[in-house]
Nanobody, 117 residues
Framework: QVQLVESGGGLVQPGGSLRLSCRASGRGTSIVAMGWYRQVLGKQRELVARITIVGGTEYADSVKGRFRISRDKAMTAVYLQMDSLEPEDTAVYFC???????????WGQGTQVTVSS
């Protein structure tokens, strides 16, 4: 079993920055990809960014150039640097991982990001 804990959310003004962190723990974890999703109540959860064990990255078009994902070499932590935040970025941000057996239904509890408008 894997445990994911996010931190770093908060309230910022448009144009501000936040850095989200997610740490993974648990015996038997073998993570091959880590990512960030976000969700607004009543809407679908969407992929924000993802990074693999070899460092490949993927970003939603809406955040390209503003957000940057990174990880530690052990694949036990993933970070999301968010710059030039916009009101449309307001959401609950969730950490997600995929293990080497292809399982990807592992989520943190979420951290709220609110950008005032």
């Amino acid at each position: 079993q894997v445990q994911l804990v996010e931190s770093g959310g908060g309230l910022v003004q448009p144009g501000g920055s936040l850095r989200l962190s997610c740490r993974a723990s648990g015996r038997g974890t073998s993570i091959v990809a880590m990512g960030w999703y976000r969700q607004v109540l009543g809407k679908q959860r969407e992929l924000v960014a993802r990074i693999t064990i070899v460092g490949g990255t993927e970003y939603a078009d809406s955040v390209k150039g503003r957000f940057r994902i990174s990880r530690d070499k052990a694949m036990t932590a993933v970070y999301l640097q968010m710059d030039s935040l916009e009101p449309e970025d307001t959401a609950v941000y969730f950490c997600n991982i995929r293990d080497r057996w292809g399982r990807d239904d592992f989520w943190g509890q979420g951290t709220q990001v609110t950008v005032s408008s």
